[in-house]
C-alpha cells in the first residue's frame, strides 16, 4: 500500500513504515494476479478504513461488502447525509484508477482547459449555460481562442437544458463543438458562432498568472494560484517544478520592492499540504522554521502508533525558511476567495493569521478544515485508490473551527456572466483589493451581479475530487 496526503494543501509520496505495516502485509498477502471481486476490494477498503479514517470508532459494525466498492466506501463514511452536522464527512472519495488519482492530485487529467460554472438562463428553469471561468494557457480551449468571460450554450449543436448538460459537457467523446450566446442588457443570446476543441492529457501550470502595480504609493504583487502542485507528475512521481516557479515569482516581487500582496484563492480547491507550506512560508511574517503552520489530531490508532514510533512533534509541520520570503516588507496579505476556496487554500489563511492579518475579500469559503491520504494497492492487483480524511488540521493558536467556511472581511460577488480578464484592474475582486491596499477605486462598485437563479454546478467539482483535496506528503514518511 501507498498512502498519499490530501486536504487541501500537501503533495504525498509514502511508502509502508511502521504503523502501516499492517495493511503493507495485508497486500503482499494478495497474489498480484487475476480480476477482483467486489468483496475482495471492499474488504481492503475496510481494512485501511479502520486505521487512517479520522472516524475509524463510528464506522458501521456489520457494513454490507456485497455493494459496489463505490456504494460501499460511501456507506462508511460519519454521518454524510446528515447536512445538519457540519463536520460530518463531506469529503472522502474514492476512484476507480488509483493512476488517474494519482494524477490529477498532481494538476494532469484529460480536459480541454476549459472551467466553467454553470446557470439556468431563463426563469423557467429549463436552458443552461456554461459561464467560463478561465481557460488553461497552451490547452485546446485556450489555442481555439476560447476565453474568460465566454457564455456556452449549445454542445453539438444540441442547446444546454438542465436534462442534458452533464450528459453533453462530460460525455464519452472528447471531441466538442460549443455554441456561444452573448448577453445584452440582461438577455442572452445565441450568436451562431461555434469552435471545436479536442481534450487531450494535459499537464496543468497552477500559477495562472503573475504581475505587479504600483498605485497610490504601493507596490502590489498579484498571483492567481488555482491548485497546490509541486510540480510535473511524470512516470508515477511529481517534481517541484511549481513550488520552484512561486519561489522565482516571490523572489521578483521582493526585488521589486513589493510591500502589499494580493493573493487570488478564488478556484483553488487545494491540493499538496506541501505546497501550501511552501507558499505559506513565501508570504508570513517573522517566521521561520522554528514556527508552527500547523498542527493535526489524527484518530487514537494512527496518534499511538506515531508517538511510539516517530515520537513528539510527527504532527506538527512548521514553516520552511525561505530566502525569497516577503514577510519583511508586508504587515498583511489579501487573499481573493469564492465558494470554490478549499481545503490547502484556507490552510494558508488559518496557518497564516497568527503572524500577521488576513483580509478575505470575496465570499464564503468552502470550510474543509480536516485533510486526508491516498491509498492504493502498490500491487497493482487492486485498481481503485481512496482518499479518506484522516486529519483534522489547527494553526499555531489551536484555531481549527472553520468547517463553515471563512465569511469574507469584504464581500464581493464575482459576476456570472461577461468576467473581465484576470488581472485588469477593473474586475471586481482585483479592483476591491487594490481599493482596500491604496484607497483609490480603480472602477465604481456595482450592486451584486448575480443572477437570480442558483449555481447548478462546476467544472471544477471534478477536479481531483472537487474540493475534497487536503493533501499531506510528509507525514508518515517522517519528514517535516
Known amino acids: 500500500m501507498r498512502t498519499f496526503f490530501d486536504w487541501s494543501p500537501v503533495l504525498l509520496l509514502v511508502v509502508c513504515n511502521a504503523f502501516l505495516m499492517t495493511s503493507c502485509k495485508k497486500d503482499t498477502d494478495v497474489t498480484p494476479s487475476g480480476p477482483t471481486s467486489n468483496g475482495e476490494v ?16 463510528k464506522l458501521p459494525a456489520n457494513p454490507d461488502t456485497s455493494l459496489t466498492s463505490d456504494n460501499f466506501f460511501l456507506s462508511l463514511l460519519y454521518d454524510r447525509n446528515n447536512t445538519a452536522n ?38 423557467a428553469k429549463t436552458g443552461v449555460v456554461a459561464s467560463i471561468i478561465y481557460v488553461l494557457p497552451g490547452s485546446p480551449g485556450a489555442k481555439a ?19 442534458n448538460y452533464q450528459t453533453l459537457l462530460s460525455g464519452s467523446t472528447d471531441t466538442y463543438t460549443y455554441g456561444f450566446a452573448t ?43 488555482n491548485q497546490f502542485i509541486p510540480g510535473v507528475y511524470k512516470d508515477g512521481s511529481t517534481d517541484k517544478t511549481y513550488d520552484l516557479k512561486l519561489d522565482n515569482i516571490f523572489g521578483k516581487f521582493k526585488q521589486k520592492g513589493v510591500n502589499e500582496l494580493v493573493l487570488d484563492l478564488r478556484y483553488n480547491r487545494g491540493g499538496y499540504v506541501s505546497s501550501s507550506t511552501n507558499l505559506a512560508s513565501l508570504i508570513g511574517k517573522n517566521i521561520d522554521a522554528s514556527k508552527v503552520y500547523y498542527t493535526q489530531k489524527w484518530n487514537s490508532t494512527v496518534t499511538a502508533a506515531n508517538n511510539k514510533s516517530r515520537g513528539a512533534g510527527w504532527d506538527t509541520q512548521n514553516f520552511l525558511t525561505k530566502p525569497t520570503n516577503i ?15 478549499a481545503s490547502a487554500s484556507e490552510l494558508v489563511i488559518n496557518g497564516l493569521r497568527p503572524f500577521m492579518t488576513v483580509t478575505t475579500i470575496g465570499t464564503t469559503t468552502v470550510g474543509k478544515n480536516v485533510g486526508s491520504i491516498t491509498i ?59 481599493f482596500q ?41 517522517g519528514q517535516h
Open 42 to 57: 471492499n474488504n481492503w477498503v475496510l481494512d485501511n478504513m479502520k486505521t487512517y479514517y479520522f472516524w475509524n470508532d
Open 327 to 341: 514577510g519583511a516588507n508586508i504587515n498583511r496579505v489579501f487573499v481573493l476567495t469564492t465558494g470554490s476556496t
Open 183 to 225: 448577453i445584452t442588457n440582461g438577455t442572452l443570446t445565441d450568436n451562431g458562432q461555434t469552435k471545436q476543441v479536442t481534450a487531450v492529457v494535459f499537464q496543468e501550470d497552477p500559477v495562472l498568472l503573475d504581475t505587479t502595480y504600483t498605485i497610490g504609493g504601493k507596490t502590489i504583487g498579484y498571483v492567481i494560484y
Open 376 to 434: 492504493y494497492d502498490e500491487t497493482g492487483r487492486i485498481k481503485w485508490g481512496i482518499q479518506p480524511i484522516t486529519f483534522k488540521s489547527a494553526n499555531a493558536l489551536g484555531f481549527t473551527d472553520y468547517a463553515g467556511g471563512f465569511t469574507p472581511s469584504v464581500e464581493v460577488k464575482e459576476p456570472s456572466y461577461g468576467m473581465k480578464p484576470f488581472g485588469d484592474v477593473t474586475e471586481p475582486m482585483l479592483s476591491e483589493a487594490i
Open 86 to 123: 457540519v463536520d460530518r464527512d463531506r469529503f472522502s472519495w474514492i476512484q476507480a484508477s488509483a493512476d488517474d488519482l494519482k494524477a490529477s492530485l498532481s494538476g494532469q487529467s484529460k480536459t480541454t482547459g476549459i472551467e466553467y460554472n454553470l446557470y439556468y438562463r431563463d426563469q
Open 145 to 163: 481562442g476560447i476565453k474568460r468571460g465566454d457564455i456556452i450554450s449549445k454542445v453539438n449543436g444540441e442547446s444546454l437544458t438542465g436534462a
Open 437 to 477: 491596499i491604496s484607497g483609490t477605486r480603480m472602477a465604481r462598485r456595482a450592486a451584486s451581479t448575480e443572477v437570480p437563479q442558483p449555481i447548478l454546478g462546476s467544472s471544477l467539482d471534478h477536479k481531483a475530487g472537487g474540493g475534497n483535496m487536503f493533501s499531506n506528503d510528509n507525514l508518515l514518511n
